[in-house]
């Protein structure tokens, strides 16, 4: 599923549960400084919690096992009743259990350890999250980008060329946290969330609690945000996020008393003054700070450093935290190394892959193709695509992407020559790849019968920077982010939502609203418009038969089409006033099948 339509199932869910309403209402109340003390309740609600289960649910991690080994479908048999009370007291006096601890590997060679929390903690954790957000996300600052809604490394690429190229500030203070998950302090962070308004004692006795989670084969975390957790980014945003109006209270949101209209004339008002210019572009724990001369970013780097060991408690790395001078050297940045450079009368945004992504890239593709040379099978070359395709929806955001990725092709390219026996040189026949790289015809490799996507063949995609009212919590942000649904389907939503199989599993309640949606309130069979009354789920292959609550085995149909499948002699009787052309009978006679019927 792409990013896009990731928010838009986000927010339908939201609206499914009847939140959207009081997360919208947390935000106001959040930007009017309001203090909430009655977090819990919402928290605890049967509404979000079901929320809560519905979005891990469909996460990749949700088949991940903690220390308990669970997963989701540990907890899909449960009624509705049973999971709310069930979590509900589990709330109540929580207790998390033990974290289960494993390792990544970083891209400079060392390891990143993880935390994955046991599936129940992940729900609460969710919960929490849930709630949480709407209040952060209108205290924080507009010009951070890592790990909150609708933002993306894109935009965070996006605010660094606008610095460069429409401020003109050519000056980066490099600044690199030593090992910012696992330092955060505790006590400082449970401070930081109070000074934003989030006052509930119990919420954050819970939080509290999360922090100091026991780590397996470790102990008791004194420090630290482990990484893995759900909630662990929204917390490490609240750390950073002081550092953020630190610094835009620097110059930024300082009064002036030059006259001025709009944002862009504030800032050519204060230049006038002997202010010291700093703006900050930060994704998590990355964040660079541009000023406009030398003298300015040695006094900013100076202070920076002091003020993240003095109010954070965090350390910088000293040999990776300098000042660079674009238009003479580069600066690197979510895996894009930035340079100025001259065009016409002043000077742009020039940005490259770094050499160590250009190399990594280069070896990860090198690996799928020493395993197609092994295993010459399709799934092995779909895979290959998926990585390169991957790869040029990253960093096409480079000025100087395609530049970059003849270099990956001719470091791969003689690792490509092992396969010489095992591809052919052509033109395309997939209409996938036509569809993608069009452009790019000529003598391509086809191997298994799929044609590979071409390395060299990605173009640099702009991203404009981020429009500051989009927003998960107004409606005004949503209608930015996606069409609304159409009301006949939002009034079925609405309508299962208040009623409810309380006979039938939590799994077969939420998937049954996702595939009316996805059916777009009408029936499998004919196409006709669903209505209240005249819509039955049903299960593809009957739970007596071995039939799940999958997503897949569900369908919406008419009343009178599930008679159509149950009934096991269909007279002419039967069949009038019933329209079925040759594709809707098809169907019908596949779902009979399944319950054993013959078909009609």
Same mark, same amino acid.
């Given at each position: =599923?792409?990013?896009?339509?990731?928010?838009?199932?986000?927010?339908?869910?939201?609206?499914?549960?009847?939140?959207?309403?009081?997360?919208?209402?947390?935000?106001?109340?959040?930007?009017?400084?309001?203090?909430?003390?009655?977090? =819990?309740?919402?928290?605890?609600?049967?509404?979000?919690?079901?929320?809560?289960?519905?979005?891990?649910?469909?996460?990749?991690?949700?088949?991940?096992?903690?220390?308990?080994?669970?997963?989701?479908?540990?907890?899909?048999?449960?009624?509705?009743?049973?999971?709310?009370?069930?979590?509900?007291?589990?709330?109540?006096?929580?207790?998390?259990?033990?974290?289960?601890?494993?390792?990544?590997?970083?891209?400079?060679?060392?390891?990143?350890?993880?935390?994955?929390?046991?599936?129940?903690?992940?729900?609460?954790?969710?919960?929490?999250?849930?709630?949480?957000?709407?209040?952060?996300?209108?205290?924080?600052?507009?010009?951070?980008?890592?790990?909150?809604?609708?933002?993306?490394?894109?935009?965070?690429?996006?605010?660094?060329?606008?610095?460069?190229?429409?401020?003109?500030?050519?000056?980066?203070?490099?600044?690199?946290?030593?090992?910012?998950?696992?330092?955060?302090?505790?006590?400082?962070?449970?401070?930081?969330?109070?000074?934003?308004?989030?006052?509930?004692?119990?919420?954050?006795?819970?939080?509290?609690?999360?922090?100091?989670?026991?780590?397996?084969?470790?102990?008791?975390?004194?420090?630290?945000?482990?990484?893995?957790?759900?909630?662990?980014?929204?917390?490490?945003?609240?750390?950073?996020?002081?550092?953020?109006?630190?610094?835009?209270?620097?110059?930024?949101?300082?009064?002036?008393?030059?006259?001025?209209?709009?944002?862009?004339?504030?800032?050519?008002?204060?230049?006038?003054?002997?202010?010291?210019?700093?703006?900050?572009?930060?994704?998590?724990?990355?964040?660079?700070?541009?000023?406009?001369?030398?003298?300015?970013?040695?006094?900013?780097?100076?202070?920076?450093?002091?003020?993240?060991?003095?109010?954070?408690?965090?350390?910088?790395?000293?040999?990776?935290?300098?000042?660079?001078?674009?238009?003479?050297?580069?600066?690197?940045?979510?895996?894009?190394?930035?340079?100025?450079?001259?065009?016409?009368?002043?000077?742009?945004?020039?940005?490259?892959?770094?050499?160590?992504?250009?190399?990594?890239?280069?070896?990860?593709?090198?690996?799928?193709?020493?395993?197609?040379?092994?295993?010459?099978?399709?799934?092995?070359?779909?895979?290959?695509?998926?990585?390169?395709?991957?790869?040029?929806?990253?960093?096409?955001?480079?000025?100087?992407?395609?530049?970059?990725?003849?270099?990956?092709?001719?470091?791969?390219?003689?690792?490509?020559?092992?396969?010489?026996?095992?591809?052919?040189?052509?033109?395309?026949?997939?209409?996938?790849?036509?569809?993608?790289?069009?452009?790019?015809?000529?003598?391509?490799?086809?191997?298994?019968?799929?044609?590979?996507?071409?390395?060299?063949?990605?173009?640099?995609?702009?991203?404009?920077?981020?429009?500051?009212?989009?927003?998960?919590?107004?409606?005004?942000?949503?209608?930015?982010?996606?069409?609304?649904?159409?009301?006949?389907?939002?009034?079925?939503?609405?309508?299962? =939502?208040?009623?409810?199989?309380?006979?039938?599993?939590?799994?077969?309640?939420?998937?049954?609203?996702?595939?009316?949606?996805?059916?777009?309130?009408?029936?499998?069979?004919?196409?006709?418009?669903?209505?209240?009354?005249?819509?039955?789920?049903?299960?593809?292959?009957?739970?007596?038969?071995?039939?799940?609550?999958?997503?897949?085995?569900?369908?919406?149909?008419?009343?009178?089409?599930?008679?159509?499948?149950?009934?096991?002699?269909?007279?002419?009787?039967?069949?009038?006033?019933?329209?079925?052309?040759?594709?809707?009978?098809?169907?019908?006679?596949?779902?009979?099948?399944?319950?054993?019927?013959?078909?009609?």
């Amino acid at each position: =599923m792409d990013t896009k339509a990731k928010k838009r199932k986000q927010l339908r869910n939201n609206e499914y549960y009847d939140m959207q309403e009081v997360y919208d209402q947390l935000y106001a109340n959040a930007g009017n400084n309001a203090k909430f003390t009655h977090l =819990m309740q919402i928290v605890m609600s049967a509404e979000n919690i079901k929320l809560a289960y519905r979005n891990i649910k469909k996460n990749k991690g949700s088949d991940t096992r903690g220390t308990d080994g669970k997963t989701i479908r540990d907890y899909e048999s449960m009624n509705e009743e049973e999971m709310i009370a069930y979590f509900q007291s589990k709330m109540m006096n929580y207790n998390p259990k033990s974290v289960r601890r494993v390792e990544i590997p970083k891209p400079n060679g060392k390891m990143r350890p993880l935390g994955i929390p046991c599936m129940e903690d992940r729900i609460i954790q969710q919960c929490l999250k849930q709630v949480l957000e709407p209040i952060c996300e209108a205290k924080f600052y507009k010009h951070s980008y890592g790990f909150r809604p609708n933002r993306s490394t894109r935009h965070a690429v996006a605010r660094y060329a606008y610095l460069v190229n429409i401020m003109r500030l050519y000056y980066v203070v490099d600044v690199d946290i030593k090992g910012f998950f696992d330092n955060v302090n505790h006590a400082k962070l449970m401070k930081q969330l109070w000074a934003i308004g989030i006052r509930d004692k119990c919420v954050l006795s819970v939080i509290g609690k999360m922090l100091k989670s026991e780590i397996e084969g470790i102990g008791i975390a004194e420090k630290g945000v482990p990484q893995g957790g759900i909630i662990s980014p929204l917390l490490a945003n609240v750390v950073l996020n002081e550092l953020d109006w630190w610094v835009a209270g620097q110059w930024e949101h300082l009064p002036t008393k030059h006259e001025y209209k709009g944002t862009n004339h504030k800032y050519t008002a204060i230049r006038k003054t002997a202010l010291k210019e700093m703006h900050i572009v930060r994704y998590a724990d990355d964040f660079k700070i541009f000023c406009s001369n030398p003298k300015t970013a040695e006094k900013v780097l100076t202070a920076t450093k002091m003020w993240l060991k003095e109010r954070l408690g965090l350390e910088v790395s000293e040999e990776k935290t300098k000042i660079t001078y674009l238009k003479k050297n580069s600066s690197e940045f979510l895996g894009i190394k930035f340079k100025a450079v001259p065009k016409g009368r002043k000077y742009i945004a020039r940005s490259h892959m770094t050499d160590k992504n250009i190399n990594k890239v280069a070896e990860n593709i090198k690996k799928q193709i020493k395993a197609i040379q092994h295993h010459t099978v399709k799934n092995e070359v779909v895979k290959l695509n998926s990585i390169i395709l991957g790869v040029h929806n990253y960093y096409s955001m480079a000025t100087m992407c395609n530049i970059d990725f003849h270099r990956v092709y001719f470091l791969v390219k003689p690792t490509m020559n092992r396969l010489k026996k095992n591809y052919t040189r052509g033109h395309p026949t997939n209409a996938i790849y036509l569809k993608l790289y069009g452009n790019y015809t000529t003598n391509i490799y086809n191997i298994a019968g799929i044609d590979v996507f071409p390395l060299y063949g990605v173009v640099l995609k702009k991203t404009l920077s981020f429009k500051q009212e989009i927003c998960n919590y107004t409606k005004e942000g949503r209608n930015l982010i996606h069409s609304k649904l159409n009301n006949g389907l939002q009034v079925l939503i609405e309508y299962l =939502m208040e009623n409810r199989d309380e006979a039938e599993t939590v799994k077969f309640n939420d998937n049954r609203i996702s595939k009316l949606a996805g059916q777009n309130g009408k029936s499998f069979i004919s196409g006709m418009k669903l209505e209240i009354g005249n819509m039955v789920c049903c299960r593809k292959q009957p739970k007596n038969k071995g039939g799940t609550d999958d997503y897949d085995n569900l369908v919406w149909i008419t009343v009178k089409e599930q008679e159509l499948i149950t009934k096991v002699e269909i007279s002419e009787k039967d069949l009038v006033g019933v329209e079925l052309d040759d594709k809707a009978k098809k169907k019908l006679n596949s779902l009979r099948l399944l319950v054993e019927n013959l078909p009609i």
